[in-house]
């Protein structure tokens, strides 16, 4: 009988719950959300941030600025994984000066994406402050980064593969571990 080589770790309820969560905490740690931006990394990260600055901008009657961000040039592994690099619109309509950019990511993993987003959003300004908003924490950092805002820490192996489910790209909101040996995010 062969095992199940995937399990669910954060059901669509727990994600809706641990966003609404993130969102008070960054009210909370901001003293409200008046100099506040948000970054989306594409793609599950930009879906996140849409729903993020939904729930902002509801709880305190606000129109939060929103940003989407490619970081396919910014990578570090870009010659030796991409081939024919893919690059995407990146969407930054407004002034960072003095902002706090609430940086969101689906999963955090090695750090890599999130210096390679630092580097990206420093190219469009200064601003005051970066946070990092996370939806799952899986550990094994390779760079000295850690999120401000975390929906789940999940512990894994690197055998493993995290797989954020989301309902606008995949019909669903889920967060899997693929115990299957592929490894990855």
Do not use: W
Request: proline residues 3%; glycine residues 8%; hydrophobic residues 40%.
């Amino acid at each position: 009988m062969a095992k199940n080589m995937t399990v669910r770790v954060i059901s669509d309820k727990s994600i809706s719950l641990a966003l609404n969560r993130i969102a008070y905490e960054i009210i909370e740690k901001n003293k409200g959300i008046e100099n506040v931006v948000i970054i989306g990394i594409r793609t599950g990260g930009a879906v996140l941030a849409e729903r993020l600055k939904k729930l902002l901008d509801g709880i305190c009657d606000a129109d939060v600025p929103l940003g989407i961000i490619d970081i396919t040039l910014y990578r570090d592994d870009i010659q030796d994984k991409l081939d024919q690099p893919v690059i995407q619109k990146t969407e930054i309509l407004f002034d960072l000066s003095d902002k706090v950019v609430i940086l969101v990511d689906d999963v955090l993993y090695t750090g890599r994406t999130v210096r390679a987003a630092l580097d990206a959003i420093i190219d469009f300004g200064r601003p005051r402050a970066i946070q990092l908003a996370i939806l799952a924490d899986r550990g094994h950092r390779e760079l000295p980064i850690r999120a401000d805002y975390i929906g789940k820490e999940i512990p894994t192996s690197r055998s493993e593969r995290v797989e954020v489910h989301l309902k606008e790209i995949d019909g669903k909101d889920e967060v899997i571990i693929d115990r299957s040996g592929r490894g990855g995010v």
